[in-house]
């Protein structure tokens, strides 16, 4: 995987793993393609992870049956220390439609699997928990991600059966549903607990109350409106979807965006991450009764949604990032606004988090609270904040600098205990380095220009593109077709990941301390569902 | 203790005073595109490049038929970018919301060049969005019907029928120092039972169809729908497909609709203070029913 050159790759891959390996291709010296001559991906998957300590990323299915005759799968595996992407490209056969799962050794990828077999119609064979994911059980047996399937069908309305939640027996037992509307405002989903007093044994989740059909809808409309589709994928990550939409395109028409626009994106990103840590320690600190650090953080985050517009024209940053670059260049009056809010903030930050630091009583209810262990965390693929309160040292920036990161030196938090209030430790300390990052892009010394236009994108290429959200890995991965438009758009958010991560720190405490588990590793469910 | 006493007085009241006075807004806020139809040579561009179809071309002969709908715009400002002839700007203004759907939608009919562009413009129907221009007074009287009225309180739940959160963060916005939405009585609560009004985001999916029925059935008469965002108006973005209704009034009958992608705080405020309103004539309606 750390071999240069394809030929190598290929000769390595072909002696240990014999003619299955059909061949090795790379466009981008940082995306090596493998295509393999049948659908069992479990030898080179077992190869990758035990000689070069390889992690799984993601797992997709296309539809390549109008041109190709077969669906394939995509395997997009990454290794620590290396800028490559290695994807392998596997046949799935169109007669028996099945493929063998990897979800019984690898449960970072139960979900990813399921949904394949919901929007494709294939089978993973050996999965531990076949049933539907991504489409609920009430939905007929229809595969809406196949090419004969148009995104307007009218389905009739929903006769299937409901979903049975797996029971829970034994004396004082019960099972507790709480979703999909939920007493808060956040989004929907469906949690069933299974306690024996306070203590949680079990924890079922039950998603895609959001989905809404985003992949399919990336296939229809032109590229410059899809933009404004990736920044709706997550509303709390509309940059950073936004700049990984961008970024794929950008480097299937291998286009050069100016420095400046690379690093307007960066700032950009990192104040999208700022503001919601600054939310998030709020909220966690308001579930375990601390409301006045509450009010300080959202009076916080208000300010900074402010500089967002100002930035921007949107609360949310949207409307910025374009394909080419970003659409709008600042002014002397909007870097000082930025340079002054962010002197504020700092300085109100760190008054937040003595606040915090200070307070026993909430230290105490966060301190062991919500444990995800380092081995159950390596083992789910958990990423992004929850995986680096866990030990899983991994962060997009660094390990495959986009944007401008590569010229500014930051620090990635790693703690190993795991609870709540480490989770809370990565989220301070990535504020303070989100703010050093955004200083020191300040001050670079740019040209003027921070756009390009773009140009008619030559059909099918294939790329992925990935950035370190606020939540974590974002994975994009397109084909493009003809006339601007794409052939395939799969988005990966990273709480796609990391639900898996929830159940298992839940496990043991009181229910009541399930809202500030949730909420410290707050997962996107329109990023989950899309 | 003292500490946390100190941060409270040595930051003070951070509450801003709006609709009583002006919301502070930044001068680069995108709010609503307006159109000198007039002055518009060509609406072609902006047709192209506007991702929700909010503005719309139909050619017949040497007419052209354009539509605008608030109801579809994500406030991206394209529009005013693609035309070259200025007749499109982005102004400020956000306060958008309205109880019929049919005020979010303008047409202007054109006699067309051969070129394609306008040559003259035959007729106009304009949206009435501001219905209740004078917000102040909104602000008064919501704060009245919702004193004498509802007992001093406005319990509101909302629901996510399948928004991207960008809606919910606005909402929860609503509920922050600044916004502090509780000055006027209203409160987000847990339960449908106890709520007088449902505020609905996302483009209605199938998955939460049935979510958002039973959460509207579970309440109470007399009760309000306002729908928040493109999404919640129209399906925004997202429209209509094999996942996704296509906005909360092909489930529900809706009384509010607040475009925006998503509406500022100001601007849902703006929107519920005109339910209330709503809430009210109702109540008066239907006093015989509950005495």
Known sequence: ?????????????????????????????????????????????????????????????????????????????????????LIVQAPVRTDTLEFPSLSAELPAVNWQ???????FGLKAVGHPNPRRVALHDNWPDVYPLRKDFPLETVLPPFEGERHIYRPAFGEGVLQVPVGPVHAGIIEPGHFNFAVAGEPILYLQLRMFYTHKGTEKLFEKIPLHKAVFLAESISGDSSFSHGTAFCQAIERAASMEVPLRGLVMRTIL?????????????????????????????????????????????????????????????????????LRNTLD??????????????????????????????????????????????????????????????????????????????????????????????????????????????????????????????????????????????????????????????????????????????????????????? | ???????????????????????????????????????WKDARPAAEVCPTGAISLSDKGDSRKVTVDYGLCVFCGLCAEASSDQAVRITREFE???????????TAEYTLNPDRTHRGLRKVDRASVNVETDVESLGKKARETIQKVLGRSLAIREVDAGSCN???????????????????????????????????????????????LKTHRAMAEPKVVVAVGACGISGGIFGENYASLGGVDKVLPVDVYIPGCPPRPQALLHGILLAVGRLAERLHNNRADFF
């Open chain 1, 269 to 337: 990103l990192e104040l999208e991450r700022i503001c919601n840590h600054v939310a998030d320690i709020g909220a966690i600190a308001t579930d375990v009764g601390f409301v006045i650090a509450h009010a300080h953080a959202s009076r916080l985050k208000e300010t900074l949604v402010d500089l967002n517009e100002q930035m921007t024209g949107s609360r949310l940053l949207r409307g910025m990032v374009c394909i080419g670059g970003v659409r709008r260049g600042w002014d002397q009056a909007q870097l000082d606004t």
């Open chain 1, 1 to 85: 995987m750390m071999t240069p050159s394809t030929s190598a790759i290929f000769e390595a891959l072909r002696q240990k793993l014999g003619p299955q390996v059909q061949s090795v291709r790379a466009d981008r010296e940082d995306e090596v393609y493998v295509l393999l001559g049948d659908a069992d991906v479990r030898p080179i998957t077992e190869h990758l992870r035990r000689e070069f300590g390889a992690r799984l990323a993601t797992v997709f299915a296309e539809d390549r049956r109008p041109v190709e005759g077969v669906f394939f799968n995509y395997y997009v595996f990454e290794q620590k220390g290396s800028a490559q992407y």
């Open chain 2, 1 to 39: 203790m003292l500490k946390i006493l100190q941060k409270t007085i040595s930051t003070g009241i951070v509450t801003a005073n709006y609709p009583a006075e002006p919301a502070k807004i930044s001068d680069r806020y995108r709010g609503r595109p307006s159109f000198d139809f007039d002055k």
């Open chain 1, 344 to 530: 504020f903030f700092a300085a109100e930050f760190q008054e937040l988090i003595n606040l915090i630091d200070r307070s026993e009583s909430t230290r105490d209810r966060l301190e062991q609270t919500g444990v995800l262990r380092p081995d159950k965390a390596r083992d789910l693929g958990i990423v992004g904040v929850g995986g680096r309160a866990s030990g899983v040292d991994l962060d997009v920036r660094r390990d495959h600098p986009y944007a401008a990161y590569s010229r500014y030196s930051f620090r990635v938090p790693v703690y190993e205990v795991g609870d709540v209030w480490h989770r809370m430790q990565v989220r301070i300390d990535e504020v303070n380095e989100s703010i050093g990052i955004v200083r020191k892009a300040m001050t670079d010394d740019l040209q003027r220009e921070f756009r390009v236009p773009m140009p008619t994108i030559p059909p099918d290429r294939c790329t992925v593109s990935a950035v370190e959200g606020w939540r974590g890995e974002i994975i994009h991965w397109i084909r493009t077709g003809p006339d601007n438009h794409l052939e395939r758009c799969k988005i990966k958010d990273p709480s796609l990941n990391n639900w898996p991560a929830l159940v298992e720190a839940v496990q043991g405490n009181i229910i009541a301390d399930f809202p500030v588990i949730n909420k410290s590793f707050n997962l996107s469910y329109s990023g989950t569902d899309r």
């Open chain 1, 113 to 119: 699997e399921r949904e394949i077999q919901d929007w």
């Open chain 2, 96 to 106: 958008l919301a309205t109880p019929d759907r049919r005020n979010l939608v303008l």
């Open chain 2, 166 to 212: 960008g809606c919910e963060l606005e909402i929860v916005a609503l509920n922050n120092p600044v916004h502090d939405i509780e000055r006027f009585g209203i409160q987000f609560v847990a339960s449908p039972r106890h709520a007088d009004m449902l505020l609905v985001t996302g483009p209605v999916t199938r998955n939460m169809e049935l979510a958002l």
